[in-house]
């Protein structure tokens, strides 16, 4: 895992899926914002998609990441468009099911087996392929505004006829709260009944947001998960485009979200920033790839999950995947 590539790949390298046996790119496209409307405005349009996923493929980059709910499903539909001119089985997709997809429908959200079934055919509808390598809960079902109370077995039967039917190879767990408890009971719970574990794991992680390191990494690394960071720059923070007492740039995330703005411009973050920018200026690098850089060091994660609005910016970011960071810089990071 972590920086252990077992091919070169055009610049990208290869990696395991945790203890699965299945091999991605070390660096993952995130898709959230295809298709993605606020105040009438299409955050990442279809011919951006278009360029930002062959910006990826060029760069040699396989490993998809999306969610039934990205865009209302534009992002997955325009994946699939994209998937029928190349070779479906040399990229490793990642879809997700949880929040609500039709509205005042008691049965279309959370982790019920009908949400579930219909979920799984509309994914795959979209996507335009007959499987997914890696089907994720995206919530357990609390800590958000959807309820689901779905009893775990329930679940876990659902999901491993997907796999047993060849429809899914792998499941993951996303986590907005990560609650290493949840994993193990989960996996446990699985084995005693024979049924398919948890084999990747997609939760919030980046300099700035470590609440996984308390725990959760641990779990992670007990049940050999691949892990899959999701904001790994913090919604665009550790890039350092935003600079203390400044307005955000305009059309950047902490200008058109104003909850982004509170959540990450604060004083402690700009103190880790400035750690950041100082290894970046030794290694002639910027601060998104230092940033990148420090994850894929952990020897737990899998992938980052990397978001961009721009193929500038993926390429800047992808960048990453060819710095190496000393210990003493990992540390000095780690301890910003
Ligand atoms: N499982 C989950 O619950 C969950 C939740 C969230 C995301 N995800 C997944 O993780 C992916 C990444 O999440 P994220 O978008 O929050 O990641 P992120 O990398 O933390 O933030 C990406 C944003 O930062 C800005 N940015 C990125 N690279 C930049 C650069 N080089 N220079 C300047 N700005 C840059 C862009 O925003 P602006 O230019 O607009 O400022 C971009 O949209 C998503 O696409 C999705 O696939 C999963």
């Not at 949400?115 to 390598?133: K, V």
């Not at 050999?224 to 955000?248: I, M, Q």
């Not at 411009?265 to 998104?288: F, I, K, M, Q, S």
């Not at 978001?307 to 780690?334: F, H, I, M, P």
Request: contains cysteine.
């Amino acid at each position: 895992m972590g920086m252990a590539a077992v091919d070169g790949c055009m610049g990208l390298d290869v990696v395991p899926l945790g203890g699965t046996g299945a091999r991605v790119s070390s660096l993952a496209l995130g898709t959230w914002r295809f298709g993605r409307e606020r105040d009438g405005v299409v955050e990442i349009e279809r011919d951006r998609a278009m360029a930002l996923l062959d910006a990826y493929a060029e760069a040699g980059g396989t490993f998809i990441d999306t969610a039934d709910f990205y865009g209302d499903g534009r992002a997955e539909s325009w994946i699939g468009e994209w998937l029928a001119d190349r070779d479906r089985a040399s990229f490793v997709i990642a879809s997700k099911v949880f929040w609500p997809t039709r509205e005042d429908d008691p049965n279309a959200h959370g982790l019920g087996r009908k949400h579930l079934r219909r979920s799984i055919d509309e994914i795959l509808d979209r996507l335009g392929t007959d499987y997914l390598e890696v089907l994720y809960v995206n919530r357990w079902g609390d800590h958000t505004p959807v309820e689901d109370d779905t009893p775990l077995e329930e679940y876990l039967r659902t999901l491993t006829g997907f796999v047993e039917d060849g429809r899914v190879h792998y499941l993951g767990t996303s986590t907005m709260v990560p609650e290493a408890w949840k994993v193990a009971r989960a996996n446990e719970r699985a084995q005693q009944l024979g049924l398919e574990p948890f084999t990747v794991a997609q939760p919030r992680y980046n300099l700035v947001n470590r609440a996984v390191e308390h725990g959760y990494l641990n779990a992670a690394s007990t049940y050999d998960l691949g892990v899959c960071p999701w904001s790994p720059l913090a919604g665009g923070f550790l890039s350092g485009k935003y600079r203390r007492g400044e307005d955000p740039p305009a059309w950047s995330r902490a200008a058109v979200e104003p909850e982004v703005a509170g959540a990450y411009l604060t004083d402690e973050n700009y103190e880790t920033l400035a750690d950041v920018r100082a290894v970046a200026d030794d290694l002639g690098a910027t601060p998104a790839q230092v940033s990148l850089a420090w994850l894929r060091h952990r020897d737990v994660v899998t992938a980052p999950v990397v978001g961009a609005r721009t193929v500038d910016q993926l390429q800047e970011n992808l960048g990453a995947a060819d710095l190496s960071l000393s210990d003493k810089q990992v540390q000095r990071l780690a301890d910003a």
